[in-house]
């Protein structure tokens, strides 16, 4: 077996850059090259060889596309719509980023302030701006028009006016959040200002929103500005924008439609790829992204195996593992995670899988169904067989089958796996109802059963509570009845008793011991304890850095180890009684270890 005493050099971890995550989605990469070509041709406008697009040619009048000299034709003036197609983009981007930048700044501004002072300059600023969203924005902005006169100026105005009051609400609640963070107290602690905390603590932390919010909002702000040009409000002749072509070409909508379909296809186009854009953005800046968590979900886990195992084999065991490897993509790399591990587990046998925490352990046990998130997980090499057939080889759908029939999962931390909106004989009978065609009431029966079945006093009574009504040890022991719902050959527990306390610890092990010897299922018990294993498991397989190092049976790993690590794992388990000399007889192994 591989020697993983020494130290090992981890593989740089080559990180993708933003550019690489923006790419990596396909709808803001379209997003983004549209843009960026819309972009470019509307800074290009004064060099371009374009007519001018206020001369007017009466007697050219409503030329259809691809006329000579008018690649997209003439308007109603006879003016060249390609033109003033590329003119107008200019001049909406122009008003759209402009309002978006006014907008942000005095919004972001209101937020910040309101939700750092509170109190009274809070509501204050909050009713001002609860003012503003109590009218249609559009309504309001068209009123400020009105008010103000039209012009390109003033609608510019009243759409960074009415948008004021959305990018208020979003960072004044960020700001809530992050005011009574540990790093702004120390902060003030250390004797800032609170302008100085405000703007170098918090306004860092909460710029990410603000340019998620822009970046979602701009082609917003377009098509607002667009609407009111449309009405006669925005950009005045001789000056046009997307709008005003629009507004000024639905009179010959029916006899010459291109003229006002062609600005209309432009504003579709402009505010959809900012709006693909801005989701790109707004995910690359999430830094969960780098890791691949916020890819597009794949409903199985990726798999792509060097070498194709077969398909079945013979005299298998209940389940049986063949060189597994499983990593994640890291964007240009695949990083292991599972490195050619093999092991076997009978009926009615329970297997211990140990290790410390990141040696593989939870990689392994989702591996065996397909159940690690792709995107990054992908399962590399080897098979996992059920019963003598390769799981890995199987439709979705028969691997759906699979899952909670066959073989359930007891999972570490039941008060996350299990939903707080359900109570728990819901979430029982959920999982009874997945794989058997009977009705509501005979699902419930069967989920109460399963309750006493694992211990849970008064259970009629207690079917019915949540899960944050019910104790640690309680959640866990439903995790345990959702696992045996539908008398499964095999669970998979992932560390069931880590969070529990010393006696719960011991009766959850109980209960499994109990239920393995009265149904026969095969245990595979992932763990970091080599008490717990020495307690229950048959067989132990020790994992270390995505290998299994050293397996055999239990009471011959635990009285003559082989590896140094095995033997390490053992000497943290503390005995009673052994007060400063465990010290003392662990102190001389890691030493080694670490020479």
């Keep these: 077996m591989t020697d993983l005493t020494a130290p090992v050099s981890a593989p740089a971890r080559k990180r993708r850059s933003n550019l690489q995550l923006l790419m990596a989605n396909r709808l803001a990469a379209a997003g983004l090259f549209i843009f960026g070509f ?5 800074l290009l406008a004064p060099i371009l060889p374009i007519p001018n697009p206020d001369i007017t040619d009466q007697p050219n009048r409503l030329l259809p596309p691809l006329s000579e000299g008018h690649l997209l034709g003439t308007d109603h003036l006879g003016r060249d719509i390609l033109s003033r197609l590329i003119w107008g983009t200019q001049v909406s981007l122009l008003v759209g980023v402009s309002a978006t930048a006014l907008a942000a700044f005095f919004g972001s501004l209101i937020g910040l302030v309101a939700g750092y002072v509170r109190g009274a300059t809070d509501s204050i600023l909050m009713r001002f701006v609860d003012m503003l969203m109590a009218f249609p924005y559009i309504l309001l902005a068209i009123a400020i028009v009105a008010a103000l006169g039209p012009g390109l100026l003033n609608a510019l105005y009243a759409i960074a006016l009415v948008n004021i009051p959305f990018f208020a609400r979003n960072i004044r609640g960020v700001t809530v959040s992050i005011r009574n963070r540990e790093f702004v107290d120390a902060a003030r602690l250390s004797g800032k200002s609170h302008a100085a905390v405000l703007f170098t603590e918090v306004l860092p932390n909460v710029l990410p929103v603000i340019v998620i919010t822009m970046s979602t909002t701009v082609g917003w702000m377009i098509l607002e500005t667009a609407g009111l040009s449309f009405l006669g409000l ?3 002749p001789p000056t046009s924008d997307l709008g005003s072509m629009l507004g000024q070409a639905r009179a010959q909508l029916f006899t010459a439609p291109h003229a006002s379909i062609i600005p209309g296809v432009m504003i579709f186009l402009l505010v959809m790829s900012i709006n693909l854009l801005g989701d790109g953005v707004r995910d690359v800046l999430d830094p969960r992204l780098r890791s ?19 398909s079945t084999i013979e005299d298998a065991p209940a389940l049986f593992v063949e060189n597994l490897s499983t990593g994640f993509d890291t964007g240009g790399s695949i990083t292991p995670a599972v490195n050619e591990i093999s092991f076997r587990l009978d009926k009615g046998e329970c297997l211990g899988l140990i290790g410390e925490s990141g040696s593989g352990k939870s990689v392994t046990a989702l591996s065996l169904m ?3 998130a792709s995107p990054p997980g992908i399962i590399t090499n080897g098979g996992v067989y059920i019963q003598g057939q390769d799981v890995l080889s199987l439709r979705e759908q028969d691997l759906i089958a699979l899952r909670g029939a066959r073989v359930a999962y007891v999972f570490q931390d039941p008060l996350t796996t299990l939903h707080p909106l359900f109570s728990v004989a819901d979430q029982i009978a959920e ?7 009977i009705g509501k009431r005979a699902a419930r029966q069967r989920a109460v059963e399963l309750m006493e079945t694992v211990g849970i006093r008064d259970a009629s009574g207690r079917a019915s509570a949540y899960p944050h009504e019910l104790s640690g040890g309680q959640r866990q022991r439903i995790g345990i009845a959702m696992a045996l719902a539908n008398d499964p050959d095999i669970i998979i527990a992932d560390e069931p008793t880590t969070a529990l306390d010393v006696t719960v610890q011991a009766r959850i092990l109980e209960l499994l011991q109990k239920l393995r010897r009265e149904r026969g299922l ?4 992932i763990t970091h304890d080599f008490g717990v294993v020495a307690q229950v498991c048959d067989r132990v397989a020790v994992m270390k850095n995505g290998e299994i190092v050293e397996q055999g049976e239990t009471q011959t790993i635990l009285r003559a180890p082989q590896h140094d690590y095995t033997k390490r794992l053992i000497a943290c388990v503390p005995e009673l009684g052994e007060g400063h000399s465990f010290l003392d007889r662990v102190r001389p192994l890691f030493s080694e270890a670490k020479a």
Excluded at 38 to 42: R, T
Excluded at 431 to 437: E, Q, S
């Design 38 to 42: 819309i972009v470019i041709l509307a």
């Design 234 to 236: 925005g950009a005045q």
């Design 292 to 310: 691949g968590t916020l890819g597009r979900p794949m409903p199985v886990t990726k798999i792509k195996r060097e070498t194709k195992p077969a």
């Design 370 to 372: 397909g159940l690690v």
């Design 431 to 437: 999982a009874v109802l997945a794989h058997n065609p």
């Design 522 to 525: 095969a245990l595979l018990l």
